[in-house]
C-alpha cells in the first residue's frame, strides 16, 4: 500500500524546535519531489516548503522562512521538517504530500499525503 507516515509533532513553547519525520512506502520515493503542507484550527491549508527529489532544490513559505528547513533521505525513504524559533501561530496539523506544488487551500483528488503531525505551540 502507498502511503506517508507523519511522525514528530507535539507540544512546545514558544521559541522551541521539533523535527518532524514523514516515512514514505510503496513508491519511488527517490523520484518524487515532496513537499509538507500545514492547517491551522478552522483553516485552509497552507503550503509551508517543497523540496526536489534529489534535495538540491528548495523552497519555503515567506512566514517560516529562515525558521523551518526541510530535508529528505532517499537511502531511507524520509522526509524532514525541522521546526526552530517555533510561534503560536505555527500551530497547526502538518502534513506532508508528494508533489512539489500546493495548489489552493484544498486537497486535490488524487494526492498522496499522510494524516498528519500535531504541532501545538503555547506557554
Known amino acids: 500500500e502507498v502511503q506517508l507516515v507523519e511522525s514528530g509533532g507535539g507540544l512546545v513553547q514558544p521559541g522551541g524546535s521539533l523535527r518532524l519525520t514523514c516515512a514514505a512506502s510503496?513508491?519511488?520515493?527517490?523520484?518524487?519531489?515532496m513537499r509538507w503542507v500545514r492547517q491551522a484550527p478552522g483553516k485552509g491549508l497552507e503550503w509551508v516548503s517543497s523540496?526536489?527529489?534529489?534535495?538540491?532544490?528548495?523552497n519555503y513559505a515567506d512566514s517560516v522562512k529562515g525558521r523551518f528547513t526541510i530535508s529528505r533521505d532517499n537511502a531511507k525513504n524520509t522526509l524532514y521538517l525541522q521546526l526552530n524559533s517555533l510561534k503560536t501561530e505555527d500551530t497547526a496539523m502538518y502534513y506532508c504530500?508528494?508533489?512539489?506544488?500546493?495548489?489552493?487551500?484544498?486537497?486535490?483528488?488524487?494526492?498522496?499525503r499522510g494524516q498528519g503531525t500535531q504541532v501545538t505551540v503555547s506557554s
Open positions: 510503496e513508491f519511488i520515493f527517490s523520484n518524487a519531489a
Open positions: 504530500a508528494r508533489g512539489w506544488a500546493q495548489y489552493g487551500s484544498t486537497w486535490q483528488p488524487g494526492t498522496l
Open positions: 523540496i526536489d527529489s534529489g534535495g538540491g532544490r528548495k
